[in-house]
């Protein structure tokens, strides 16, 4: 499956922005999907993640009540909402496809199977 990231652009602190991450290739109703996330000088984190169900996802703890991931099975697009963002958020954001069939959100980089190229956010204060 390929993946492409986008949505990413400039906007203040405070605002918000939908990143989107289409796939295709394959059916992203398979995968659990996950959104990570690089800074300058940082390395990968992940930042959200919703299981190949649908039914369980998972934040970072700096994104809780900010970020919400979701997926459209019918478009074949997983989304990652923001909101209140601030300029600690500015990163490159990518999106990954875990075939593991799992109940639970994965979060750790190593077990996703395929990635996006990544959209850059920046956000100034």
């Known amino acids: 499956v390929q993946l492409q990231a986008c949505g990413g652009g400039s906007v203040q602190a405070g605002g918000s922005l939908r990143l989107s991450c289409v796939a295709s290739?394959?059916?992203?109703?398979?995968?659990?999907m996950g959104w990570f996330r690089q800074a300058p000088g940082k390395e990968r984190e992940f930042v959200a993640g919703?299981?190949?169900?649908?039914?369980?996802?998972y934040y970072v703890e700096s994104v809780k009540g900010r970020f919400t991931i979701s997926r459209d099975n019918a478009k074949n697009t997983v989304y990652l909402q923001m909101s209140s963002l601030k300029p600690e958020d500015t990163a490159v954001y990518y999106c990954?496809?875990?075939?593991?069939?799992?109940?639970?959100?994965?979060?750790?980089?190593?077990?996703?199977?395929?990635w996006g190229q990544g959209t850059q956010l920046t956000v100034s204060s």
């Open positions: 990954a496809a875990d075939r593991r069939l799992s109940t639970m959100v994965v979060t750790t980089e190593s077990f996703y199977d395929y």
């Open positions: 290739g394959g059916a992203v109703s398979i995968y659990g």
């Open positions: 919703i299981n190949w169900r649908g039914d369980s996802t």
